[in-house]
């Protein structure tokens, strides 16, 4: 395969690596990930994350194994190890679900390679599509305030929520972005701050658990955050503590905003009751760097929760936006051409 | 003066030592605090914390310089030193004016070492006054929600909050609290989850973010928390994320219950806006125990937020409770005699 590069993949010499997203900021540390227990490892640990990013490491990685002469049978076993590798994000499914029909021509090898660079410059141009479209959205002189990590790290673009902003800001709409820093795993604290500090986007970091008090000095104008999984009535999957920020938004009157491409939404699952939400290991809330910040306790650690559609005021897609979102407006919006 | 032990105070060899309550669960460390600069130091970097503990540990103190020898005048000057320390919680307010008052006496030596000996014994029985109204509201399988640390580590007896939690796990009423990490600085994961430990009340930790899910899952019957300083109208000041979980709570249905001795209760303040609320180093989101977890950016650090008595169930003091509090009946609470 060719040498490809975005901000958090590279192939070289026919090598997949990913980018440590646990060691950013402090270090950037490019690691191997040529094997499928390599990547389900970095995928576990969150090495490599968010939900567009898992599911194109994971297509990459299938072409490259067929490249390197594997053969069908042994890549179907790959894809359905990859496939199960993080239940909650449904772009990994659906990326390797079109990997599954490339691995079924004919001449697979090639097929899986163009698919997966097809899914590489696909999930660019969604960015960008979204990108724009949310950035419309943006008022000038914005305070916005957004959750985990959702930029050019967690996608081969530019971003879902974090695409909107670093756009918005490029149109001079930016005021100031309020980083929840993300507990347990600290994604906005380590790589949302990281990525506004390189655009030279105006931010200050917080606590998960200042963003009600802000909205309460009416210091924040809008909520931006990206999704894992939607349902098919607009409930919306995504890092825990999404649906806190939904919950006092709506008491706040702050409008609440969603970014996804449409490969998030899940038709196939009626509402945010039938999403499968990943839990992990609780001792993720008691180290921080390999230092200890809690006794050896029981910690309970969803990693995910559900903000009901009615608690969000726009989804925005690369087909367009929805606004008060239900089951009638997402199907709509899933006939709905992509946006140039 | 005589030795005195309590959880995070000892005065021995007239001596005042403070145990580290930034060096907790790991280390169990106690630190001289016998100077006025090296207490102010304590509180400043929160190695002293919780509101009533700050005003006994000034209290004492001053006992102590009095007893060796310090002047009126070096004495109402260190005062006023410490009355500055930290500006949100009153307790060191009310606590240092009664030391005001025994310094004018003419046998000022004797009078500040009864005062602060009073102080202490006072709070003892202030909090288990306080523990045995607010277990009345506890009812059997409770799942309890608690922020920050309201423990015997707060205090001089065993605790606000916790001190409730501790009575009504002894009553068998505690199926499982949750306690908040509380950041920046975790006095939940470190401070709560250790003295529930130590009192064998079965617990969880989680992080800030994850309140709102366990509400949204009814896994939480009611929350307890402390107070920094309640306004007239029964607005309470306290940690940060405390006004989160109280708009959340409302949204869900979920009792809220706030925990304080009536020291607590300003009625020289109209209402919440009156609160001066302190803002502290942004570092402190940037680093946990000497590792770094975010890049050199611009934090901000509000440690106190407001939540407004309209969001409050039941405020529980030494002089009984206070349901849907307002101006009209806290003032009343103010004139009651101290339940037996």
């Known amino acids: ?28 540390r490019w690691l191997d990930a040529s094997t499928v227990e390599a990547l389900v ?28 002469g594997k053969s069908r049978d042994e890549l179907a076993l790959a894809l359905d190890t990859l496939r199960a590798s993080r239940p ?31 899914l590489i410059d696909e999930d660019k141009q969604l960015c960008d599509a979204i990108a724009r479209a949310g950035s419309e959205l943006v008022k ?19 971003g879902t929520a974090l695409g909107v902003i670093a756009v918005a800001h490029q149109q001079g709409k930016i005021a100031n972005v309020w980083v929840d820093e993300t507990r347990p795993l600290l994604q906005g604290g380590r790589l949302t701050a990281w990525e506004l500090g390189e655009l030279g ?25 990206g999704a894992d999984r939607i ?32 490969s998030t939404i899940d038709l196939s699952v009626d509402s945010g009751e039938d999403i499968p939400l990943e839990e992990r290991d609780g001792r993720e809330l ?19 929760d ?14 367009g936006i929805v606004e008060r979102p239900d089951a009638a407006k997402m199907a709509q919006l899933m006939c709905r051409k992509r946006l140039h």
């Open 1 to 28: 395969m060719q040498t490809l590069q975005t901000t958090s993949l590279r192939v070289a010499g026919n090598q997949l690596f990913i980018l440590d997203q646990q060691a950013l900021p402090q270090e950037k």
């Open 286 to 304: 008691l180290e921080i760097e390999g230092r200890r910040i809690a006794p050896d306790v029981d910690a309970y650690n969803p990693v995910f």
């Open 306 to 319: 559900v903000t009901p559609a009615d608690l969000i005021d726009v989804i925005v897609t690369e087909k």
């Open 201 to 225: 986007v105006p931010y200050q970091l917080i606590t998960d658990s200042m963003a009600a008090s802000l909205m309460a000095k009416g210091l924040v104008d809008a909520v931006w955050v």
């Open 88 to 118: 909650t994000a449904v772009n990994l499914m659906n990326n390797l679900d079109r990997m599954k029909q490339a691995l079924w021509q004919e001449d697979f090898v090639p097929a899986l390679s163009a698919e997966a660079l097809r």
């Open 41 to 68: 490892g970095h995928i576990h640990a969150l090495r490599v994350r968010g939900a567009p990013l898992i599911g194109l490491s994971a297509s990459l990685l299938l072409a490259l194994l067929a490249e390197a």
């Open 140 to 158: 000038p002189g914005s305070r916005l305030l957004t959750h985990c990590n959702t930029g050019g790290l967690a996608t081969a673009g530019v």
């Open 231 to 262: 349902a098919a009535n607009g409930d919306v999957a995504n890092k825990i503590g999404t649906y806190q920020l939904a919950v006092n938004a709506m008491h706040h009157g702050v409008r609440f905003m969603v970014v996804a491409p449409s």
